[in-house]
């Protein structure tokens, strides 16, 4: 059974930093690509960042030079780590992957970033 499960939220002032960690069970962790997205209340989900099978990375121009992803194939955790961070990255962050053609979820970790 695929699993993903978040830590490392909390509450934070502006321009302080965050690490939010992923740990991954039940597939064979670092075949796939994987995903931070982020959601308000009354919002989409939206796209931070991915890694991919051969370690390449993108994020959202939102994010870009402030968030870096990575991940640690043998502990099967994947990292966020955030710098700089503004009241505009408040929200729940998910982790996930599509594994064998299926999306899964975990149930995500708060952020919230005050003035």
């Known amino acids: 059974q695929v699993q993903f499960v978040e830590s490392g939220g909390g509450s934070v002032q502006a321009g302080e930093s965050l690490t939010l960690s992923c740990t991954g069970s039940?597939?064979?962790?670092?075949?796939?690509?994987m995903y931070w997205y982020r959601q308000v209340p009354g919002k989409e989900r939206e796209f931070v960042c991915e890694?991919?099978?051969?370690?390449?990375?993108r994020c959202a121009d939102s994010v870009n030079g402030r968030f870096v992803i990575s991940r640690d194939i043998e502990k099967k955790t994947m990292f966020l780590r955030m710098d700089k961070l503004t009241p505009d990255d408040t929200g729940i962050y998910y982790c996930?992957?599509?594994?064998?053609?299926?999306?899964?979820w975990g149930r995500g970790t708060q952020v919230t970033v005050s003035e």
């Open positions: 039940g597939f064979r962790f670092g075949w796939y690509i």
């Open positions: 996930g992957s599509d594994v064998d053609m299926r999306t899964y």
């Open positions: 890694i991919t099978s051969l370690d390449g990375t």
